[in-house]
């Protein structure tokens, strides 16, 4: 103990400070025992001791210790290191006034000009805090001579970053250049920052050429470098570039593929939907020694659910554990989703109680499990978990949860359901998204309660919701089916009052409305407008705007219509072809009708179906070629298309119509050897031809 004393001066007397386990009370002590022994210095290893307590654990109390250090009477001579240790554990908390106020006394304390290491640990606390201007000032400052030394490359990988982190790539390229000037060489980092940010803006094509420039100044890249780069170009769908950078680094004798590098290639290859590629990556994996991850099997696994391969999904989960890694919620999650896209729901309610049990479930869980039940019609089921939810006390329903739930029920017809589900979210104050009311508003419209709609579009509103044309169009529509026609047109006016501008599918609503009204010239002048405002009309305009057309015997402008749609090379569509043939067929021109058939018979993306067929049958009976009608019924067979009660009712009328009453029983008894339903339709083309036979005149 003497021969301490003699070596550190005061040492007795500042003991309790370095015996104090709490550096705050340690810090507190200090203060005192200096303030009432101003003549004395504590002894160094105390200082250093108590400022390495302070820095790792209460460096918000730091500034206390260098002001106390400003007031003993002689210096300390504490290292220049346990300064820049002060002025990181400052940055290191978002601390810069503090960092600052430090560095400023640092000259005082030390005696002489603080080191780079001071200077940079400043630098560093303002691009943390974002005081751009400051940290730019400041390297200004210590490259004119206001150090000891110039910056030295920590400092320009210090403003780098920070350029980098406020999105200014080209600034950053422009200093990582300028280095060589100054007489300092780029390393890793400094290349690896830009690159990082260039990737992130998605301009990988410059990140490339920045990476080749690091070779060719004989830079090694690391392997986060490589890393960084095959994860953009797979993100972008880039993969042939991803993987060429991934045979670069396969090549590189300096640096070897890490466990990230397998993640993010394996990754890159399930979101492409590439799984024997991703399965061959998953092997090269095993063979040099990396054990997957969570994050491995996690990508894995849900690559496979997306691509509905469930089983191979199940197959990599038992593989994950028996090598001892647990599959985390999100892992389940995607098994649970998994098997509702392939229609599991059994499955993925075992899986749902597994997880119930196991304590790892999300509301993430219900929500999968939920919507998986109603796109099923297990509507009971859903509702049933959707109980369990509220009474599950370790998570909440979201937005999502309530928009799944009421667009479920609604699409299902259980609009009352879906009023009530609203009604709990909304009393209770739950978290409601535009989803769930634009949901439920088309749903009263499709079962033709516009005004309801209209007063939860209102209330909608209130709770600060803003419409968007989805919800417009959807009004617009209930009101056209319950033909409140004048509503509608009115609603179209108040969209473009509320801000909202109307789209395509906006136009498209109005112009079909219209024309199932009979309201053709207004369609017209729609039509016309949504030209002028600059918006360009789709497939589904022009085949609304022909079958409009060819209603209102107005065929030659139909057919400018369809010469319209070829000229804009549009690919029309059976839909659009069959609104032709029904037009032409009305028209009774069946022979332009059958050149359009034998024409979309070529096409490669569609072929004629049933409605097609049926179609041309009822043309050609129309204008008594019941041969080639014939002919037609024969052809949709041949196609392997099966006839429907409405083939079969165009028959029956054809046969009917010639007074070939027996070939039209025996017709019937064919339908019903098809178990097919007649309807009132077929029994009237019989009736009618039946009767008339049998009565003779009084």
Request: proline share 5%.
């Amino acid at each position: 103990m003497a021969g301490a004393s003699r070596g550190y001066p005061n040492a007795d007397l500042y003991a309790p400070v370095k015996a104090e386990k709490d550096p705050i009370d340690a810090l507190s002590l200090l203060d005192s025992i200096a303030a009432h022994h101003p003549s004395t210095t504590p002894p160094r290893p105390v200082l250093l001791s108590l400022l390495r307590s302070l820095c790792a654990s209460a460096p918000g109390h730091l500034p206390r210790l260098i002001s106390l250090l400003r007031r003993l009477p002689r210096s300390p001579r504490l290292p220049h290191d346990a300064f820049a240790l002060v002025l990181k554990a400052l940055s290191r908390i978002r601390l810069p006034d503090e960092a600052v106020e430090v560095f400023r006394q640092l000259p005082g304390i030390l005696q002489r000009q603080p080191c780079v290491r001071c200077h940079n640990a400043l630098l560093d606390a303002l691009v943390r805090a974002g005081r751009w201007q400051q940290a730019e000032s400041f390297l200004a400052y210590f490259s004119s001579g206001g150090g000891p030394t110039p910056p030295n490359l920590e400092s320009y990988n210090i403003v780098i970053r920070g350029l980098c982190e406020r999105g200014h790539a080209g600034r950053a390229v422009e200093l990582l250049r300028d280095t060589p000037r100054r007489g300092l060489r780029p390393n890793c980092i400094t290349y690896g920052t830009v690159i990082s940010r260039l990737v992130k803006a998605s301009d990988q094509s410059r990140a490339l050429e920045l990476f080749d420039e690091m070779l060719e100044n004989d830079v090694t890249p690391d392997v986060v470098c490589y890393n960084v780069l095959i994860d953009g170009f797979f993100k972008e769908g880039e993969c042939e570039e991803g993987l060429k950078i991934w045979e670069r680094l396969r090549k590189d004798s300096s640096v070897s593929p890490n466990l990230a590098t397998y993640n993010i290639i394996l990754n890159g290859f399930c979101r492409l939907g590439r799984f024997a590629e991703a399965m061959a990556v998953w092997e090269k994996m095993a063979a040099s020694g990396h054990r997957p991850n969570q994050f491995t099997y996690g990508s894995l696994i849900h690559g496979l659910c997306k691509s509905r391969d469930v089983d191979g999904a199940c197959r990599v989960s038992s593989w994950m554990i028996r090598s001892g890694v647990a599959p985390d919620n999100a892992i389940c999650n995607s098994l649970l989703a998994g098997f509702c896209l392939v229609g599991r729901i059994d499955d993925c309610l075992a899986l749902f109680e597994q997880m119930g049990r196991e304590g790892r479930r999300s509301v993430v869980s219900y929500n999968v499990t939920i919507k998986g039940l109603l796109e099923k019609s297990r509507v009971e089921e859903a509702v049933a978990v959707w109980e369990r939810l509220k009474e599950d006390g370790s998570c909440l329903a979201d937005s999502t949860t309530y928009g799944i739930l009421i667009h479920g029920l609604c699409k299902k017809g259980y609009i009352n359901k879906s009023l009530r589900v609203l009604a709990y979210a909304e009393d209770g104050g739950k978290d409601l998204d535009l989803f769930a009311y634009s949901s439920l508003i088309s749903g009263l419209c499709r079962h033709k309660l516009p005004q309801k709609a209209v007063r939860l579009f209102h209330r909608m509103i209130a709770r600060g919701h803003k419409p968007n044309a989805h919800v417009y169009n959807s009004l617009m529509n209930g009101f056209f089916k319950d033909s409140q026609i004048q509503r509608a047109v009115e609603i179209f006016k108040e969209m473009e009052v509320g801000e909202c501008p109307p789209t395509v599918a906006t136009y498209n609503t109005v112009i079909n409305g219209l024309c199932k009204a009979s309201r053709f010239s207004e369609a017209a002048d729609f039509a016309k407008e949504m030209v002028e405002k600059g918006l360009k009309p789709d497939l589904i305009t022009y085949s609304t705007l022909m079958d409009g057309l060819s209603q209102d015997k107005k065929l030659d402008a139909a057919l400018g219509i369809w010469n319209l749609v070829l000229d804009e090379g549009l690919e029309a569509d059976v839909v659009a072809h069959n609104i032709l043939i029904r037009g032409l067929c009305a028209a009774g021109r069946t022979e332009a009708a059958l050149v359009v058939f034998f024409k979309m018979r070529k096409n490669r993306n569609f072929s004629p179906n049933r409605v097609t067929h049926n179609l041309l049958m009822d043309g050609l009976r129309a204008v008594g070629d019941f041969k080639r009608a014939s002919s037609i019924w024969s052809e949709m067979k041949r196609v392997g298309l099966e006839p429907d009660v409405v083939s079969y009712n165009i028959a029956l009328k054809g046969l009917c119509s010639r007074s070939e009453t027996s070939e039209a029983v025996e017709l019937l008894n064919d339908l019903l050897a098809r178990n097919i339903t007649p309807t009132v339709v077929t029994w009237n083309i019989l009736v009618r031809a039946v009767v008339p036979s049998r009565i003779t005149p009084t």
